[in-house]
Structure formats: structure tokens, C-alpha cells
């Protein structure tokens, strides 16, 4: 099969179009021929291996996982024995978390971490909801707690997790306010914002506005600017997944490092958020889906031979919403 491989880390160049093995699918594990995959910030991070100290996971060397790409969509292929939920011929959407290789022809993956696509979704749409889906669901959902009636400021919300975050908070019945740059304001309005900040002429965290959570995809304010933003008793959601631009991780990092030594001395909530692959996120952003309440964006779609150009126009800070990779 075609996939693309990377033997060292780098830049975009290191990566590649070449034939390896299908792989076989064991006990427990099925395998998809994916239809579509897609991009998150988290695929170049790991492609350069940035940060330096996430190495220690993903190899010291060189990655230890040679095909990229965490999320996909497809039609079951094969199946292993004790897989009981899924069956050849199913579409289905998933996260191979930091296994990777969802850039490919085929993936193998645990059962656990597939779910039935969405069936009003196209594979292309499907495969952009796992990894920043499941983000913006336990932001605001679990991280949170966001409740109808409350008002939800999500900074970074033309992104991937934040195109998806305003949809939820809007079915969740909050009022929100979507910070983004001027170009993106008329998209995050369609997607259901009640109040748009152009982060290029305003300061969101200096407005007369208190919100009761702040979801910060960025990490490009500080603790102190993020807190003056939320309501005395209000709960500031720390995710480092949706830095933009193609720089280090180490400024999201460090503000999250401090976000954790804050949490208990302010009375503020303050979480860091971290998401898990799984089924229960992929059965509950189906459901959201499948209910009109969530409608990934694509803003390109790139064939498989072309991912390095995908990465670059990711990381270069042009994209908005999603990247998919067509089969």
C-alpha cells in the first residue's frame, strides 16, 4: 500500500510517498481502507518533534511511529477475532491516537477506537472530527461544565477544535463570543457565534465582558490576561492543541506548566485539558452530528501524495477549520 513515511524528524521535506506492507489486523483490531484522513496541529508538532522532551514518548532518534496522521475515515476492510461491534463493509471514523499512520492506503486499529461515521457526514467530514472533536467536547463539556444560559469565550474559534468548539457551545446553550482575525469573522458568525472579537483590532481580555468559561485554543495571552476575562467564579480551559503559525509548543507549554501550579491557589477554576482516544468521545460526537448540532468545516482537501504540502500550508498559519487528505 501508499503511505506516507518520515525516518527522521523535520521539516516537511522528510517526508515521503512509499510502498509498505498492509498491515494485518490481530485480536481485537480491524482493518480500514481509509477514505480521508486529516490534519491537526499535533501531526507537524510530531513531525519536527516539538517539543523536544516529547521525544522520550515518540522516539529520541527518530519517530518511532513511521507513518504520520492520527485521524481517518473508511470502510472496514477485515476484521481480527474478538472484534464484535463492527463488521467488513462498515464506514467508520477514528483516532489511532500517537500510534499514528492514518496517512495511508489501509491503517490497523483497535477496535475501541473506531465508531460508526456519522451518516449524514461525508468520509472527508467524518475524518475531521476525532482528535479536534473530542478536544472542544471535553473543553467544554467535562472541562468546563458548560451549562445553558452561560457565556463561552473561545479563543482560537476559526481552527479546527474551535470551528467544532463554537457548534458545541451553541448546542449546549450558551451564549458565545468567538475570537478570530478579520478574515474569519463572517465564518465563525455562520457556525453560530452570538458576538465576534477581531483579536487584530481588539483586546478580548481588556473588554467590559466577563464570561463563566474561556476555552484558550491559542496559548498566546497570559494566566493573568485569561482570568481577567471570566467571571469571578468562572473556569479557564487550558488546551496547547491548537497553537498557529508553525512555532514552538514551548510558550503553550509554559503557560499550561503554570496553569497547573495556579489551579489550587485561585478561586477561578483553572483546568489543563487532556483527551484520551476513545469511543465514547467518537458515540458522542456522532450524536451531535447526526442531530444537526455539528458540521466539520473543510476548508482544502489535499490527495495523499500532496501531504507535505497540506503540513506546510497548516503550519504556516493560512488554514482555517480543517485539512483533510483524500484517498
Same mark, same amino acid.
Given at each position: 500500500?501508499?503511505?506516507?513515511?518520515?525516518?527522521?524528524?523535520?521539516?516537511?521535506?522528510?517526508?515521503?510517498?512509499?510502498?509498505?506492507?498492509?498491515?494485518?489486523?490481530?485480536?481485537?483490531?480491524?482493518?480500514?481502507?481509509?477514505?480521508?484522513?486529516?490534519?491537526?496541529?499535533?501531526?507537524?508538532?510530531?513531525?519536527?518533534?516539538?517539543?523536544?522532551?516529547?521525544?522520550?514518548?515518540?522516539?529520541? @532518534?527518530?519517530?518511532?511511529?513511521?507513518?504520520?496522521?492520527?485521524?481517518?475515515?473508511?470502510?472496514?476492510?477485515?476484521?481480527?477475532?474478538?472484534? @464484535?461491534?463492527?463488521?467488513?463493509?462498515?464506514?467508520?471514523? +477514528?483516532?489511532?491516537?500517537?500510534?499514528?499512520? #492514518?496517512?495511508?492506503?489501509?491503517?490497523?486499529?483497535?477496535?475501541?477506537?473506531?465508531?460508526?461515521?456519522?451518516?449524514?457526514?461525508?468520509?472527508?467530514?467524518?475524518?475531521?472530527?476525532?482528535?479536534?472533536?473530542?478536544?472542544?467536547?471535553?473543553? =467544554?463539556?467535562?472541562?468546563?461544565?458548560?451549562?445553558?444560559?452561560?457565556?463561552?469565550?473561545?479563543? +482560537?474559534?476559526?481552527?479546527?477544535?474551535?470551528?467544532?468548539?463554537?457548534?458545541?457551545?451553541?448546542?449546549?446553550?450558551?451564549?458565545?463570543?468567538?475570537?478570530?482575525?478579520?478574515?474569519?469573522?463572517?465564518?465563525?458568525?455562520?457556525?453560530?457565534?452570538?458576538?465576534?472579537?477581531? *483579536?487584530?483590532?481588539?483586546?478580548?481580555?481588556?473588554?467590559?465582558?466577563?464570561?463563566?468559561?474561556?476555552?484558550?485554543?491559542?496559548?498566546?495571552?497570559?494566566?493573568?490576561?485569561?482570568?481577567?476575562?471570566?467571571?469571578?467564579?468562572?473556569?479557564?480551559? =487550558?488546551?496547547?492543541?491548537?497553537?498557529? +503559525? +508553525?512555532?514552538?509548543?514551548?510558550?503553550?507549554?509554559?503557560?499550561?506548566?503554570?496553569?497547573?501550579?495556579?489551579?489550587?491557589?485561585?478561586?477561578?477554576?483553572?483546568?489543563?485539558?487532556?483527551?484520551?482516544?476513545?469511543?465514547?468521545? =467518537?458515540?458522542?460526537?456522532?450524536?451531535?452530528?447526526?442531530?444537526?448540532?455539528?458540521?466539520?468545516?473543510?476548508?482544502?482537501? *489535499?490527495?495523499?501524495?500532496?501531504?507535505?504540502?497540506?503540513?506546510?500550508?497548516?503550519?504556516?498559519?493560512? #488554514?482555517?477549520?480543517?485539512?483533510?487528505?483524500?484517498?
Amino acid at each position: 500500500m501508499k503511505a506516507i513515511v518520515q525516518d527522521r524528524y523535520g521539516s516537511p521535506e522528510t517526508l515521503r510517498l512509499a510502498e509498505v506492507a498492509v498491515p494485518t489486523p490481530g485480536p481485537g483490531d480491524v482493518l480500514v481502507r481509509v477514505e480521508a484522513a486529516a490534519l491537526n496541529a499535533y501531526d507537524w508538532h510530531a513531525m519536527r518533534g516539538d517539543p523536544r522532551l516529547a521525544r522520550l514518548a515518540m522516539g529520541r @532518534s527518530r519517530p518511532r511511529a513511521r507513518i504520520r496522521g492520527r485521524d481517518f475515515a473508511g470502510r472496514v476492510e477485515a476484521v481480527g477475532v474478538d472484534v @464484535s461491534q463492527v463488521r467488513p463493509g462498515d464506514p467508520v471514523f +477514528g483516532d489511532l491516537g500517537d500510534a499514528n499512520g #492514518a496517512f495511508a492506503e489501509y491503517v490497523c486499529v483497535p477496535e475501541a477506537l473506531v465508531a460508526p461515521t456519522p451518516a449524514n457526514l461525508t468520509p472527508q467530514q467524518a475524518a475531521a472530527l476525532p482528535l479536534a472533536g473530542a478536544t472542544a467536547l471535553t473543553g =467544554l463539556r467535562d472541562a468546563g461544565r458548560v451549562e445553558a444560559g452561560q457565556r463561552v469565550l473561545i479563543n +482560537g474559534a476559526s481552527g479546527g477544535v474551535g470551528t467544532l468548539a463554537v457548534q458545541l457551545a451553541k448546542a449546549f446553550g450558551a451564549t458565545v463570543t468567538a475570537v478570530c482575525r478579520t478574515r474569519n469573522v463572517d465564518l465563525v458568525r455562520s457556525l453560530g457565534a452570538d458576538h465576534v472579537v477581531d *483579536y487584530t483590532r481588539d483586546d478580548f481580555t481588556r473588554g467590559p465582558h466577563r464570561h463563566d468559561v474561556v476555552f484558550d485554543l491559542v496559548g498566546n495571552r497570559s494566566l493573568t490576561a485569561l482570568r481577567r476575562a471570566l467571571t469571578p467564579t468562572g473556569t479557564l480551559v =487550558l488546551s496547547g492543541g491548537g497553537v498557529y +503559525g +508553525g512555532g514552538s509548543l514551548v510558550g503553550p507549554v509554559w503557560l499550561i506548566a503554570r496553569g497547573r501550579l495556579l489551579a489550587p491557589l485561585v478561586r477561578q477554576r483553572v483546568v489543563v485539558l487532556t483527551t484520551t482516544p476513545g469511543r465514547h468521545h =467518537l458515540d458522542a460526537l456522532r450524536a451531535h452530528a447526526e442531530a444537526g448540532h455539528l458540521t466539520p468545516v473543510i476548508d482544502r482537501a *489535499y490527495p495523499l501524495r500532496e501531504v507535505p504540502d497540506a503540513i506546510r500550508y497548516l503550519e504556516g498559519e493560512h #488554514a482555517r477549520a480543517k485539512v483533510v487528505i483524500t484517498l
